[in-house]
Each structure stands twice: as C-alpha cells, then as structure tokens.
C-alpha cells in the first residue's frame, strides 16, 4: 500500500499567518491526491481534489500544489475558521491511504 | 438536499457480526460510486471499502478485506457495509462518503455525519 506521510502533525498559527501542510507519496501518485478539513465532531469536508482542484464553495485562500511524490496545501491567510485537522487522501490505487493528519491550532 | 445517514452501529463483542446501512437521498444514488471510511477515537481517518455505481467491483482495505463485505441497493438507496469477525481495532466511526467528481477524478465530496461501532467484550 501507498503510504502518506503528512508533516507537520501539528502547528500553530496566528490569523493572517499563511500556512503550509506538505503530504509525500511512498511512490509516485501522479496527480491524484486530495485534501479534507475536519473540525471536533464534524464529517471531513472536501477542500481539492487531483491535487489543485478547488470544490465548489471553498474559500480561494486554500491552494494546492505538486505532483509524483510531493504535494502542499496552502492557506494564503489563516482565518479563525480555518482552525481544524487536515489530512490528504491519496487515491491512486486500492487501497486508498490518508495521512495521519496535520491540527492546525491557534497560537 | 444531498443526504447520506448511516445507521446501525453498537456495541457489539469481538467475533461478532454487524451490518451498517447508509441511506442516500438527493441525488441519483445509482450513479456513483460509494465509500466507506472509518475513524477510531482520536485518530485519524482510514478508507475502508468502496463499491463502483453498479455494484460490480468492490475493493477493500487490507485491514478489512475478508472479514467486510460492501453492497449496494440502487432501488432502495442504500449502501450496506456487512462486518464479520470483528475485532476490538474495528471499533470506530464508520462515514458513508460519494465519490462525486466527474471527468476521471475522485474524491469524496458527500459525508455522511457516522455511525459508531464499539467492539467490547
């Protein structure tokens, strides 16, 4: 199975900082990799897709970037509601592998 | 609106069986393929199973395969996540997901809000 290293686990941050989470493939992955936000007791939430593709209704501050083995999630400016886990999702081949997750937490 | 509500989780014994549903409404179930993707208590999340929009091909991981089985009922709606054999690392929210991107891409863009499974003697 692929797996996902996601780094950093944890950071903190202020609102305004930009921010960014990095995921590293064990092998290429082409350009199939997305990025969820979870918050304390809520389902994830879809924010890219194949890497750079932004779903519909979230904010143009979040970003995405890379392809074969190395991609990045960045948020231009942190704002309060950004504060919340991240995970990418590589979805490759079977089985599909998420990595372990990156809180972003207020500093 | 775009609904997915899983049921059926409890507290179940180690090598006992359970069987999760999730109900699609909103759009055409029979349309896309499903996931299931489960979270244990102050972890991380992990892709469990998938089933193609018609029921074909299912593909599992390999923490599950052999012991979970996915179906579907596109009549009914419904995704079902049959689990056998289970052990106390099973227990975890269980989230129905669409993969519901088109033109070749994947990624899961409807969740259910979970169902929880505790595997306890």
């Known amino acids: 199975a692929i797996q996902m290293t996601q780094s950093p686990s944890s950071l903190s941050a202020s609102v305004g900082d930009r921010v960014t989470i990095t995921c590293r493939a064990s092998?290429?992955?082409?350009?199939?990799l997305g990025w969820y936000q979870q918050k304390p007791g809520k389902a994830p939430r879809l924010l890219m897709y194949?890497?750079?593709s932004l779903q519909g209704g979230v904010p143009s501050r979040f970003s995405g970037s890379g392809s074969g083995t190395d991609f990045t999630l960045t948020i231009s400016s942190l704002q309060p509601e950004d504060f919340a886990t991240y995970y990418c999702?590589?979805?490759?081949?079977?089985?599909?592998?998420f990595g372990l997750g990156t809180k972003v937490e207020i500093k | 609106q775009v609904q997915l509500v899983e049921s059926g989780g409890g507290v179940v014994q180690p090598g006992r069986s359970l069987r999760l549903s999730c109900a699609a409404s909103g759009f055409t179930f029979g349309s896309y393929t499903m996931h299931w993707v489960r979270q244990a208590p102050g972890k991380g999340l992990e892709w469990a199973a998938l089933i193609t929009y018609d029921g074909t091909k299912q593909y599992y991981a390999d923490s599950v395969k052999g012991r979970f089985t996915v179906s579907r009922d596109n009549f009914e709606n419904t995704l079902s996540l049959q689990m056998n054999s289970l052990r106390v690392d099973d227990t975890a929210l269980y989230y129905c997901?669409?993969?519901?991107?088109?033109?070749?891409?994947?990624?899961?863009?409807?969740w259910g809000q979970g169902t929880m499974v505790i595997v306890s003697s």
């Open positions: 999702l590589q979805d490759y081949n079977y089985p599909w592998t």
């Open positions: 997901a669409r993969d519901g991107i088109s033109g070749g891409d994947d990624a899961f863009d409807i």
């Open positions: 194949a890497t750079s």
């Open positions: 092998q290429d992955i082409g350009n199939e």
